[in-house]
């Protein structure tokens, strides 16, 4: 069963910092690209960053380039996003995404809320 796990959101203020992690089980985790997506209640889910499987590239929205930054660890199954100099409107629920067959796999998000 396919498990993807966020941890490492929380309470920021603006120009802060935090880690998200996410931890994946289920699936051969270094054969899938990941994503990490962000959404604030009543809007539409917004991409954040991806990551191909071997971590050699990745890509990132306008709205956090320069400031995020994804990587991941294919010995422990994991991905994380490096968010600095935090503003308001990062305010969201952070999810994890794995483009898995037969269907695509989520997590349930982390909270992450920069506000002073």
């Known amino acids: 069963q396919v498990q993807l796990v966020e941890s490492g959101g929380g309470l920021a203020h603006p120009g802060g910092s935090l880690r998200l992690s996410c931890a994946a089980s289920?699936?051969?985790?270094?054969?899938?690209?990941m994503k990490w997506h962000r959404q604030v209640t009543g809007q539409e889910r917004e991409f954040v960053a991806s990551?191909?499987?071997?971590?050699?590239?990745?890509s990132y929205a306008d709205s956090v380039k320069g400031r995020f930054t994804i990587s991941r660890d294919n010995a422990k199954n994991t991905m994380y996003l490096e968010m600095n100099s935090l503003k308001p409107e990062d305010t969201a629920v952070y999810i994890c995404?794995?483009?898995?067959?037969?269907?695509?796999?989520w997590g349930q998000g982390t909270q992450v809320t920069v506000s002073s």
């Open positions: 995404h794995a483009p898995t067959w037969p269907r695509d796999s």
């Open positions: 289920g699936f051969l985790f270094d054969a899938y690209e």
């Open positions: 990551i191909t499987a071997d971590g050699d590239s990745t």
